[in-house]
């Protein structure tokens, strides 16, 4: 059965995250650490209208995987078949380690 990724418009938390480093993202390993860094950071600043970045959410999606794609790297988790909720999709750019982060809603 195929799963359908519907992206919520309204809860679209997108957020920039810059590191402090200007150095390639060069494995599947950094991409995924950056990524937890940026959800962990999101977690911290934001206003409780979710929990889909905190870790107890975060962790239930292990393991995560990062696939490169024209110099972004993709991170997603593995979602269980009888998932229906919230997720995130991460993208790190492999230029500079830019984290941008989207909700998504599994179906």
């Known amino acids: 059965m195929r799963r359908t990724l519907a992206l919520l418009a309204l ?13 390639f993202v060069e494995t599947p390993e950094e991409a995924i650490a950056l990524a937890r860094g940026g959800w962990r950071s999101t977690d911290e600043k934001r206003q409780r209208v979710t929990d889909v970045y905190g870790e ?3 962790s239930r999606f292990e393991p995560y995987t990062a696939v490169k794609r024209d110099g972004v790297w ?4 593995t979602i269980p ?6 997720a995130l999709e991460t993208e790190v ?4 380690g830019t984290v941008s982060i989207r909700v ?4």
Not at 15 to 23: E, I, L, T, V, Y
Not at 74 to 77: C, E, M, P, Q
Not at 104 to 107: A, G, L, P, S
């Open 104 to 107: 998504v809603r599994i179906e």
């Open 81 to 86: 078949e009888s998932y229906r909720g919230e």
């Open 93 to 96: 750019r492999e230029q500079d």
């Open 11 to 23: 809860v679209v938390a997108a957020s920039a995250c810059h590191p402090d480093r200007n150095a």
């Open 74 to 77: 993709l991170v997603r988790g």
């Open 56 to 58: 107890a959410s975060t």
